[in-house]
Nanobody, 125 residues
Framework: QVQLLESGGGSVQAGGSLRLSCEVS????????MAWFRQSPGKEWEGAAV????????DYADSVKGRFTISQNSAENTVSLQMNSLKPEDTAMYYC??????????????????WGQGTQVTVSS
């Protein structure tokens, strides 16, 4: 059974930083990427960042590009999201996901098979 456990959420003032981590356990055969999605009340799901197996190829939503960095620790089977220069509009529940997707469709949540329970990030102005 695959389980994803997120940690690292919290409250921070605008301009601050947070680091989210996701520990993946169980067999994830047939998947090729790990991603972070986010959702805030009244808004659609947004893919924030993705990293592909091997840890070299990454992609980001335009809204976070230059501020967020996704990384992978294969030995520990974890994926992290370093979030800098946070803005109030980054406030959302952040979810870790594992799936298989072509690079031009990574932001579609229906491409992901396994999901964590989410961790809340709140950025105050």
């Amino acid at each position: 059974q695959v389980q994803l456990l997120e940690s690292g959420g919290g409250s921070v003032q605008a301009g601050g930083s947070l680091r989210l981590s996701c520990e993946v356990s169980g067999p994830t055969y047939g998947t090729n990427c790990m991603a972070w999605f986010r959702q805030s009340p009244g808004k659609e799901w947004e893919g924030a960042a993705v990293i592909y197996t091997g840890g070299v190829l990454t992609d980001y939503a335009d809204s976070v590009k230059g501020r967020f960095t996704i990384s992978q620790n294969s030995a520990e089977n974890t994926v992290s999201l370093q979030m800098n220069s946070l803005k109030p509009e980054d406030t959302a529940m952040y979810y870790c996901a594992v799936g298989i997707t072509a690079s031009n469709y990574w932001y579609r949540e229906n491409m992901y098979k396994y999901w964590g329970q989410g961790t809340q990030v709140t950025v105050s102005s």
